[in-house]
T-cell receptor, first 113, second 115 residues
Framework: NAGVTQTPKFQVLKTGQSMTLQCAQD?????MSWYRQDPGMGLRLIHY???????DQGEVPNGYNVSRSTTEDFPLRLLSAAPSQTSVYFC????????????FGDGTRLSIL | AQKITQTQPGMFVQEKEAVTLDCTYD???????LFWYKQPSSGEMIFLIY??????QNATEGRYSLNFQKARKSANLVISASQLGDSAMYFC????????????FGDGTTLTVKP
């Protein structure tokens, strides 16, 4: 029972490079989200999706793109990496409804030099 | 706008004692859910407890209980009989019926349990 799987676990990029953080869940969850967590801080919502083909912006969407072509996968793309995007990124999924808790992946630690 | 406030950046508690972590929220929605998550130093996020806006009873899960005061818009987490393994960061979060796909998190409280 894999749950929410994020890859890679660690990544170092140079400023200006692009990359995709992968997120996959095997629980048939409709809702998926991407967060970033800066040191000593809470989670800030980047983008979220309520189903395949439907995405929306969160609090801090600039510099990131997402797509949701399948229920299982929700990749996050950094278009042109900047040092300010150095952070830990978490993917989460849940069933539909405001009463459903989120299941989190283990996170991706991303450093931009 | 919906907002979660956790006013205690850090808390200390003696092992075996109870501790309350504060959470207040701001929303005009009538239907919403409140969640608490634990993040140990290893980094994973663990769901602890849920309270619905229409729930009349306070939620309980083992040593965790939620002191829900709807009129005051507060949803404090109470941990009874603290253990060393409770040392972690704790986040309060909220989801709303009008946009259930979107969650809002507080900045968290770091709890340290002293032996």
């Amino acid at each position: 029972n894999a749950g929410v799987t994020q890859t890679p676990k660690f990544q170092v990029l140079k400023t200006g490079q692009s990359m995709t953080l992968q997120c996959a869940q095997d629980m048939n969850h409709e809702y998926m989200s991407w967060y970033r967590q800066d040191p000593g801080m809470g989670l800030r919502l980047i983008h979220y999706s309520v189903g395949a083909g439907i995405t929306d912006q969160g609090e801090v969407p600039n510099g990131y793109n997402v797509s949701r072509s399948t229920t299982e996968d929700f990749p996050l793309r950094l278009l042109s990496a900047a040092p300010s995007q150095t952070s830990v990124y978490f993917c989460a999924s849940s069933l539909q409804g405001y009463n459903q808790p989120q299941h989190f992946g283990d996170g991706t630690r991303l450093s931009i030099l | 706008a919906q907002k979660i406030t956790q006013t205690q950046p850090g808390m200390f508690v003696q092992e075996k004692e109870a501790v309350t972590l504060d959470c207040t929220y701001d929303t005009s929605d009538q239907s919403y859910g409140l969640f608490w998550y634990k993040q140990p130093s290893s980094g994973e996020m663990i769901f602890l407890i849920y309270q619905g806006s229409y729930d009349e009873q306070n939620a309980t899960e083992g040593r965790y209980s939620l002191n829900f005061q709807k009129a005051r818009k507060s949803a404090n987490l109470v941990i009874s009989a603290s253990q060393l393994g409770d040392s972690a960061m704790y986040f309060c979060a909220m989801r709303f019926n009008t946009n259930a796909g979107k969650s809002t998190f507080g900045d968290g409280t770091t709890l340290t349990v002293k032996p």
